[in-house]
């Protein structure tokens, strides 16, 4: 990962990251100096690819946060090489310095705010999928957000004594917040997308720039395209216009409907399905696709934490995490994201099996789990 902190964090940049058998050499400036993190060559069959950053806030002003390092293996050596990394990463026997960075970034905004900030439930994984390996690291920061009645403001938690420890985006990484449930943003550095704030490397940051307001009851607004001002309906379609559409529509439906009940050729009798013609009763399938449309909707209607809930369910109350991010369809950074936030309120548990997070309700006997 490629962000940048402020100086009382460099010391941990020189520390060796995930892959590397020696850090790489960081020349000596006054400026910020970006962290790198060094990975195997290219005929090792592991190279890096991209970092995402994710912070979701909650309603009571704390962030969970999700980084997600995504690698290519482009060889099996690779994959091998990356599972047995894995296992270490998740252990927490290597790639340590991300979470002291940010333990030692938690530390200095306690100091500049005066707001009791720990770092907790920390949950380190990994995955591979097909020639891809990601390495996620997640954790909740509390009171990262300060609240005030019905707004969340995200700005000093960002910063230290010497402007901000979040100083930079490097080139393939993406930083990207999200509100609560119900919270719509006020004010913010950058346009909303489908509910989230994303910044895009590479880009620099100055102490204030990463201020966002969100205040609670409302849903957080999408972007959609804006109306050409010059076009014909500027302003929207005429309310003559739209009658005449519905008008039109209706004598179409009506005229479709006389023909096939008085068209100029009578029915035949072969053209009705019988028992005895192999057809079959429009009911059936009607209730089939009135079935599935309801499951749909249900489902639609659901939260992302109902939705977990109901696949355990589903599945004898208790499921490995890869099949969750199967059957979600989700990505396996905001699995794990959703799946720690639970384990903390309670709602389920899990358990480290061998390379895997087994999840289960927590009154769920798992002795005989064999899946």
């Known amino acids: 990962m490629s962000l940048r902190l402020s100086g009382p964090l460099l010391a941990l940049l020189l520390a060796p990251l995930l892959f590397a058998p020696a850090a790489t050499a960081m020349a000596a400036s006054p400026a910020p100096i970006a962290p790198q993190q060094s990975t195997p060559t290219p005929t090792d069959g592991v190279i890096s690819e991209s970092t995402v950053i994710e912070l979701q806030l909650r309603p009571n002003g704390d962030a969970q946060w999700t980084v997600t390092q995504t690698y290519a293996l482009e060889t099996s050596t690779g ?62 920061w509390t009171n990262f957000a300060t609240t005030e009645n019905d707004r969340l403001v995200i700005d000093d938690a960002f910063n230290t004594t010497e402007g901000t420890w979040f100083r ?9 917040i999200s509100p609560p449930t119900g919270y719509g943003v006020d004010s913010a550095p950058v346009g909303v997308e489908n509910g989230q704030l994303r910044f895009e490397g590479p880009r620099t940051f100055d102490a204030g720039t990463l201020r966002v307001v969100y205040t ?74 009135t079935e599935d449309s309801t499951e749909r909707i249900d489902t639609e209607l659901l939260s992302d934490e109902e939705r977990v809930e109901r696949l355990l369910e589903q599945n004898g109350g208790r499921m490995k995490q890869a099949r969750i991010v199967k059957e979600t369809g989700w990505s396996n950074a905001k ?3 959703l799946l720690s936030s639970m384990d903390e309120e309670g709602r389920i548990d899990k358990l480290r099996i061998g390379r895997e997070n087994l999840i289960s309700f927590p009154d769920e006997d798992i002795t005989d789990f064999d899946e």
């Open 79 to 140: 994959v091998e090489t990356f599972r047995s990394l894995g296992e270490d990463y998740a252990a927490g026997e290597t790639g340590t310095g991300q979470l002291v960075a940010f333990r030692r970034a938690n530390r200095a905004a306690t100091d500049v705010t005066g707001r009791q900030m720990n770092i907790t439930g920390v949950d380190r994984s990994y995955d591979v999928d097909g020639n891809r390996g990601m390495l996620t690291l997640s954790f909740t």
């Open 335 to 337: 699995v794990s994201q």
């Open 216 to 289: 609670g009851d409302q849903a957080t607004p999408t972007a959609t395209p804006t109306a050409n001002p010059d076009g014909p309906f500027a302003g929207g379609v005429p309310l003559w216009l739209g009658i005449a559409i519905i008008v039109v529509g209706v004598v179409a439906v009506v005229g479709y409907m006389t023909r096939q009940g008085t068209g100029d050729e009578p029915a035949t009798e072969s053209s009705e399905l019988g028992p005895d013609d192999g057809g079959q009763p429009p009911t059936a399938d009607t209730d089939d696709e």
């Open 168 to 176: 930079s985006l490097g080139e393939n990484d993406t930083f990207i």
